[in-house]
């Protein structure tokens, strides 16, 4: 293996594990911060907080889809070293999300006063805070959509450890925010949403500043290119409906059990749903560092180097959701007690099978970044997202039919392996790779050796029953029993010797 492509490999494994360590730390402390927030704000406010952050945010699923396209078209140029063509496409989309930035404020402002004010269930003193927090959770949301290119930049030039530190010294903010709110001589709810409207400038201004800094494509400079602003538009269209997919699939499938079940399995369900969204934006992370290296490579031409990285992410993935998954699901029962104490019924098992579908969806990962890579993404979201809504019809046939509630969750299941299927024999086709060397050199060597470290892990666990040191003894042998399968099956030896070498190389 080429140097330059061990060295490729050494920077991905370093910005993975910035990725991960930042996402732990956030975790950890963002779910202290709920706990302090509470407490100081008491549960009233805080519902009122949420509630109308709630409304403003709506809008988020439209910035992540745009988020998500802007970095692929900065690693496209960045990977053909297009520079005069990366100013304007960071021009292009800066001017785009400044458009999407006012309309979202002036519809929400027209559909809060209008719409949605009159009929929220507010107390009457705290009408005059909710309003004002509304304008704040707005200026919030501008601020923070308005540097999302920026941030993007910096993903796809791949500074992740800056992007880790500053995502850290956010959470650590709003840490901060919610220790202060208790000695705020003013409403609290109110001074909760100008510090929280606060932290959102400093961190969307130190993305900025480091951006204006170090890279001259990101000084703005109006350039006005229809030709590129049609291509985007018609990419980030579809990256929406993907987007939308997956929001749907999740808020809708709530709304189908909230028809047919009681408020017990519901609240059993929003525990499960916490979950696996924690365990998602782990997922999240490999998906971020990888991303930069697949786009600059197909964009550079260099399809092989692509085809490498795509079985290299597939192995990744299997083995690091494993490493996160596999230990919760066996270790369930005593997590979601040790959090929250008294469960319902049905939450340990919605939790289990949620990660399961999360670990089919984050497997695919790697093949949803090389179909973005092309561009070529209209038949792709199509057919995949078509085939994951059919989860809604599927679930409400299945619960009016009389059907426990945790079959909803098997048909989901069923529907991601098939799409998992279907998205690999759509990406084949579109890039051009054989299924065989993909499942040979990328799915089936990791699958392995997952495969022959859980007996191990099972063992311990049976052996530990469910208590603190237990747990973390799971997990741990997970770890060191998928670190060194992946040394002796996953890594091929001559990828071994190279990274070694480079490695070797950099400390002499």
Same mark, same amino acid.
């Given at each position: 293996?080429?140097?330059?492509?061990?060295?490729?490999?050494?920077?991905?494994?370093?910005?993975?594990?910035?990725?991960?360590?930042?996402?732990?730390?956030?975790?950890?402390?963002?779910?202290?911060?709920?706990?302090?927030?509470?407490?100081?704000?008491?549960?009233?406010?805080?519902?009122?907080? %949420?509630?109308?952050?709630?409304?403003?945010?709506?809008?988020?699923?439209?910035?992540?889809?745009?988020?998500?396209?802007?970095?692929?078209?900065?690693?496209?140029?960045?990977?053909?070293?297009?520079?005069?063509?990366?100013?304007?496409?960071?021009?292009?989309?800066?001017?785009?999300?400044?458009?999407?930035?006012?309309?979202?404020?002036?519809?929400?402002?027209?559909?809060?006063?209008?719409?949605?004010?009159?009929?929220?269930?507010?107390?009457?003193?705290?009408?005059?805070?909710?309003?004002?927090?509304?304008?704040?959770?707005?200026?919030?949301?501008?601020?923070?959509?308005?540097?999302?290119?920026?941030?993007?930049?910096?993903?796809?030039?791949?500074?992740?450890?800056?992007?880790?530190?500053?995502?850290?010294?956010?959470?650590?903010?709003?840490?901060?925010?919610?220790?202060?709110?208790?000695?705020?001589?003013?409403?609290?709810?109110?001074?909760?949403?100008?510090?929280?409207?606060?932290?959102?400038?400093?961190?969307?201004?130190?993305?900025?500043?480091?951006?204006?800094?170090?890279?001259?494509?990101?000084?703005?400079?109006?350039?006005?290119?229809?030709?590129?602003?049609?291509?985007?538009?018609?990419?980030?269209?579809?990256?929406?409906?993907?987007?939308?997919?997956?929001?749907?699939? %999740?808020?809708?499938?709530?709304?189908?059990?909230?028809?047919?079940?009681?408020?017990?399995?519901?609240?059993?369900?929003?525990?499960?749903?916490?979950?696996?969204?924690?365990?998602? %934006?782990?997922?999240?992370?490999?998906?971020?560092?990888?991303?930069?290296?697949?786009?600059?490579?197909?964009?550079?031409?260099?399809?092989?180097?692509?085809? %490498?990285?795509?079985?290299?992410?597939?192995?990744?993935?299997?083995?690091?959701?494993?490493?996160?998954?596999?230990?919760?699901?066996?270790?369930?029962?005593?997590?979601?007690?040790?959090?929250?104490?008294?469960?319902?019924?049905?939450?340990?098992?919605?939790?289990?099978?949620?990660?399961?579908?999360?670990?089919?969806?984050?497997?695919?990962?790697?093949?949803?970044?090389?179909?973005?890579?092309?561009?070529?993404?209209?038949?792709?979201?199509?057919?995949?997202?078509?085939?994951?809504?059919?989860?809604?019809?599927?679930?409400?046939?299945?619960?009016?039919?009389?059907?426990?509630?945790?079959?909803?969750?098997?048909?989901?299941?069923?529907?991601?392996?098939?799409?998992?299927?279907?998205?690999?024999?759509?990406?084949?086709?579109?890039?051009?790779?054989?299924?065989?060397?993909?499942?040979?050199?990328?799915?089936?060597?990791?699958?392995?050796?997952?495969?022959?470290?859980?007996?191990?892990?099972?063992?311990?666990?049976?052996?530990?029953?469910?208590?603190?040191?237990?747990?973390?003894?799971?997990?741990?042998?997970?770890?060191?029993?998928?670190?060194?399968?992946?040394?002796?099956?996953?890594?091929?030896?001559?990828?071994?010797?190279?990274?070694?070498?480079?490695?070797?190389?950099?400390?002499?």
């Amino acid at each position: 293996m080429p140097e330059n492509k061990a060295a490729s490999r050494v920077t991905l494994a370093r910005n993975t594990l910035f990725l991960y360590i930042r996402q732990a730390v956030v975790l950890l402390v963002s779910l202290y911060t709920v706990r302090v927030v509470i407490q100081e704000l008491g549960l009233e406010d805080y519902g009122v907080f %949420n509630l109308i952050a709630g409304i403003s945010t709506s809008f988020m699923v439209l910035s992540g889809a745009m988020a998500a396209s802007s970095q692929r078209y900065f690693a496209f140029d960045l990977g053909r070293g297009d520079e005069n063509g990366l100013r304007r496409t960071f021009s292009v989309f800066f001017l785009i999300f400044i458009f999407i930035g006012l309309a979202s404020v002036i519809v929400s402002e027209l559909a809060f006063f209008f719409l949605i004010s009159p009929k929220l269930q507010i107390p009457l003193a705290r009408i005059s805070a909710a309003q004002t927090v509304f304008h704040l959770s707005l200026c919030t949301f501008f601020v923070s959509l308005v540097s999302t290119p920026y941030i993007a930049l910096v993903i796809a030039r791949e500074r992740m450890g800056v992007f880790a530190a500053l995502s850290l010294l956010e959470a650590l903010l709003r840490l901060a925010v919610s220790f202060l709110i208790g000695a705020s001589p003013f409403d609290k709810l109110v001074s909760f949403g100008v510090l929280t409207t606060a932290v959102a400038i400093l961190y969307s201004g130190a993305f900025v500043g480091y951006c204006l800094l170090r890279f001259p494509e990101s000084r703005f400079k109006f350039v006005w290119d229809g030709r590129l602003f049609k291509d985007i538009a018609e990419y980030a269209s579809w990256n929406l409906f993907g987007t939308s997919v997956g929001v749907a699939k %999740n808020q809708l499938t709530t709304l189908i059990f909230g028809i047919f079940c009681g408020p017990t399995v519901i609240a059993a369900r929003s525990i499960a749903t916490q979950v696996n969204s924690a365990i998602s %934006n782990f997922i999240q992370n490999f998906i971020t560092a990888a991303r930069p290296q697949i786009v600059k490579s197909y964009s550079s031409g260099d399809t092989d180097g692509m085809l %490498n990285l795509l079985y290299l992410s597939t192995k990744a993935s299997i083995c690091l959701i494993f490493i996160f998954i596999f230990p919760m699901i066996l270790e369930m029962p005593f997590l979601l007690r040790f959090w929250l104490g008294d469960l319902p019924g049905n939450a340990v098992l919605f939790a289990r099978l949620l990660l399961v579908d999360a670990f089919i969806e984050g497997v695919s990962q790697p093949l949803m970044v090389v179909v973005q890579a092309t561009g070529k993404i209209r038949l792709y979201q199509a057919v995949v997202g078509g085939l994951l809504l059919l989860n809604l019809p599927a679930s409400y046939v299945a619960l009016s039919l009389g059907a426990p509630e945790y079959c909803a969750y098997v048909i989901g299941i069923a529907l991601s392996l098939i799409a998992f299927v279907v998205r690999l024999m759509l990406v084949s086709r579109i890039v051009g790779f054989s299924i065989a060397k993909y499942l040979r050199d990328g799915f089936l060597t990791a699958a392995f050796a997952c495969l022959i470290v859980s007996p191990i892990v099972i063992i311990v666990s049976l052996s530990t029953g469910g208590r603190l040191l237990g747990a973390l003894g799971v997990f741990i042998s997970c770890i060191l029993g998928i670190g060194s399968a992946t040394l002796l099956f996953v890594i091929s030896s001559k990828d071994r010797k190279s990274l070694f070498h480079l490695i070797n190389r950099d400390r002499n």
